[in-house]
């Protein structure tokens, strides 16, 4: 059943039995027929309102009554049609230029409804570099049920925009290409899904027929094809596009797996698909046994298809180069795009005692054209869902930091690490900090897991970025804003020095960034703590640690051994090494109480604690 039966058997249902049951969205708009067209004010600024924003449908003839919570049928009579026809008339650009958008509302249907009969205008969403639109001299943009006016500074941007995509990469024109290179079969398969929810567009039964098309679609421009005609429906593209319609995709393993190597070359669409298929053939499965024996994959196939067609998305086709695929089994995914952030999507500072290097997710694609085919092929969401996404699912610990390394202006990496964001190591970290964690809540309830998780987003980010790693920025308008309020509110963690004030920037109390505590132990044991081995100077700032900032305050070897060992290694691999590890461990435990630089707090108990009345042992390492 399409959208409209489903809308008006809902509305039918609710008038005929008196009943209100919410039907108006971020696509559909009820209207009474207005009785002229200069009464006609409110219907256009919903379609001026869905041309700016993702299209949708005005429905005339029903309306909707909030305050009694009920429906009224109108109707809808056949002399207001010519007014129909002026819509399209209506609206214009910045500069007050009567535009003729006939083409985003072309399609008008008269349904049978009750006793009479309503309109129902199908309104397309404006491709970007027509946007924005303006209803006498008020551009409008659709949020949630109703129609808002877009603020100054935003219609600014957007027109910076699209000075920006005037000299789109996607329309490059392509050498040596006719118009039989095409592939007939191909756009008719775009015109179809073109058709799914109401018929847009004829098949066409030749190249000939198509052009009219074609060119609306930017396929084709001043009669040459354009790089995006090649990659939806092109032939022989290699010929033509050389590496921009090829991914390189290989596993990083020391075993030999050449066979495993591949190259992929295709149209965009299927070169989309049969990437996500390569990858979800050689990632790792595991068990959940939780789950009754189910099959689990290292990497949600959700996450993979949406980072594998935000590459071929995003990436530079004035660019003749391939994006790779590289998977590093039990580790990571990099997937390396031709390309690079627009500088205003960055924020670094390098010079700073903390460095930043930050992305700031962006709804505008680099290549519109093609984004908006994306979108019908399903293969494409938009609004900055991908980065979105992509924090989401670290916070959601189903994969540890996502970040990305800047090779070269032409070149970046994006790097889907293996794991959990609030891991072993992390877990380890707030433990040794509880106390000092309390003291900060001052009696409030516990962090909880959403807490955790941006504060270990913000903690990793902080590492990565002082290792060249660019993460993405999290903030308190992506669906975190009350975490990170309490958070601040206690804290735990505050803007940076340096943070632009449109974007901040957090960072985590300095306290959990600290190392070591060499300063302190070497007041406390003087030059005798300089003579002592590496690893003897890491388990007293370990227990130096616990003795101020946890609650036990005092820490045995064996939890001294595990923190220790988890820093360097993250995770435990090898039982037997970890076992190694502790032996060793108790050995310099035992050799630091000898030389009286530690005690036990009870006898009985191996509980310790740094000894500050250290008075200096020389016999230590005799």
């Given at each position: ?71 009224v049928f109108k109707g809808y009579k056949e002399d207001f049609e010519p007014n129909i026809k002026e819509f399209c008339k209506s609206f214009t650009d910045k500069d007050g230029n009567i535009l003729d958008l006939g083409e985003y509302l072309k399609n008008i249907e008269i349904r049978e409804f009750l006793d009479g009969r309503v309109c129902v205008i199908y309104v397309e969403r404006l491709p970007d570099d027509l946007k924005y639109v303006f209803y006498k001299g008020v551009a409008y943009i659709r949020k949630i049920t109703g129609d808002e006016i877009i603020p100054e500074l935003k219609i600014i941007a957007h027109e910076e925009y699209k000075e920006e995509i005037r000299n789109s990469r996607e329309l490059l024109p392509v050498k040596g290409a006719s118009l039989q290179e095409l592939d007939l079969e191909k756009i008719n398969e775009y015109i179809q899904l073109l058709n799914r929810e109401v018929k847009v567009e004829t098949i066409k039964p030749d190249l000939e027929a198509a052009i009219s098309f074609l060119t609306r679609k930017k396929f084709i421009v001043s009669d040459e094809i354009t790089t995006l005609g ?393």
């Amino acid at each position: 059943m399409r959208i409209l039966d489903k809308i008006l058997e809902k509305l039918e249902a609710c008038i005929n039995n008196d009943v209100y049951v919410a039907v108006e969205s971020e696509k559909v708009e009820l209207k009474p027929t207005p009785p002229n067209l200069v009464e006609s004010k409110t219907v256009l600024e919903s379609i001026n309102a869905f041309l700016n924003t993702e299209g949708g449908i005005v429905i005339l003839g029903i309306q909707e009554d909030i305050k009694n919570k009920k429906y009224v049928f109108k109707g809808y009579k056949e002399d207001f049609e010519p007014n129909i026809k002026e819509f399209c008339k209506s609206f214009t650009d910045k500069d007050g230029n009567i535009l003729d958008l006939g083409e985003y509302l072309k399609n008008i249907e008269i349904r049978e409804f009750l006793d009479g009969r309503v309109c129902v205008i199908y309104v397309e969403r404006l491709p970007d570099d027509l946007k924005y639109v303006f209803y006498k001299g008020v551009a409008y943009i659709r949020k949630i049920t109703g129609d808002e006016i877009i603020p100054e500074l935003k219609i600014i941007a957007h027109e910076e925009y699209k000075e920006e995509i005037r000299n789109s990469r996607e329309l490059l024109p392509v050498k040596g290409a006719s118009l039989q290179e095409l592939d007939l079969e191909k756009i008719n398969e775009y015109i179809q899904l073109l058709n799914r929810e109401v018929k847009v567009e004829t098949i066409k039964p030749d190249l000939e027929a198509a052009i009219s098309f074609l060119t609306r679609k930017k396929f084709i421009v001043s009669d040459e094809i354009t790089t995006l005609g090649m990659l939806v429906c092109g032939q022989h593209i290699k010929d033509f596009l050389g590496w921009r319609c090829q991914v390189d995709c290989f596993i990083d393993s020391e075993v030999d797996v050449a066979q495993d190597k591949k190259t992929i070359v295709d149209n965009v669409i299927p070169l989309m698909e049969r990437s996500l298929s390569y990858v979800l053939k050689n990632i790792q499965i595991g068990v959940t046994y939780t789950a009754g024996g189910t099959s689990k994959p290292e990497y949600s196939e959700k996450l993979l298809r949406e980072t594998i067609n935000n590459a071929l998305a995003h990436r530079d086709y004035s660019i003749d180069k391939y994006v790779n695929i590289n998977i590093k089994p039990n580790q990571s995914i990099e997937i390396r795009n031709p390309g690079y952030f627009k500088k205003q999507l960055l924020i670094e500072n390098s010079k700073h005692e903390i460095p930043i290097r930050r992305i700031i997710p962006d709804s505008k694609p680099l290549n519109p054209k093609l984004a908006d085919i994306l979108k019908i092929f399903d293969k494409w969401e938009g609004k900055a869902r991908g980065m979105s996404n992509l924090v989401n699912e670290s916070l959601n610990n189903n994969i540890d930091l996502p970040y990305y390394r800047f090779y070269s202006k032409e070149d970046l990496g994006l790097f889907l690490p293996k794991g959990k964001l609030v891991d072993e190591t992390f877990e380890v970290l707030l433990n040794s900090y509880d106390g000092f964690i309390e003291r900060l809540l001052e009696g409030d309830a516990e962090l909880n897991s959403e807490e955790k998780a941006v504060l270990a987003y913000l903690y990793k980010s902080e590492k990565a970025n002082s290792e060249y790693k660019h993460t993405i920025m999290l903030t308190p308008d992506n669906n975190h804003f009350n975490a990170i309020a309490r958070l601040t509110k206690r804290n735990l963690i505050y803007k940076h020095p340096e943070s632009p004030e449109l974007y901040p920037v957090y960072i985590v109390n300095r306290q959990f960034m600290k190392e070591d505590y060499l300063s302190e132990l070497r007041e406390n044991f003087g030059s005798a703590f300089d003579a002592l081995p590496q690893e003897f100077k890491n388990v007293l700032t370990e227990i130096y640690k616990y003795n101020n900032y946890n609650k036990k305050v005092t820490i045995s070897a064996n939890q001294t051994s595990y923190n220790l060992y988890l820093s360097r290694n993250k995770v435990v691999t090898n039982l037997r090494e970890l076992d190694g590890f502790k032996r060793k461990v108790r050995n310099i435990f035992n050799k630091l109480e000898a030389g009286g630089f530690i005690y036990k707090k009870d006898k009985k108990k191996y509980q310790y604690l740094i000894n500050s009345d250290y008075k200096l042992k020389p016999s230590l390492f005799d």
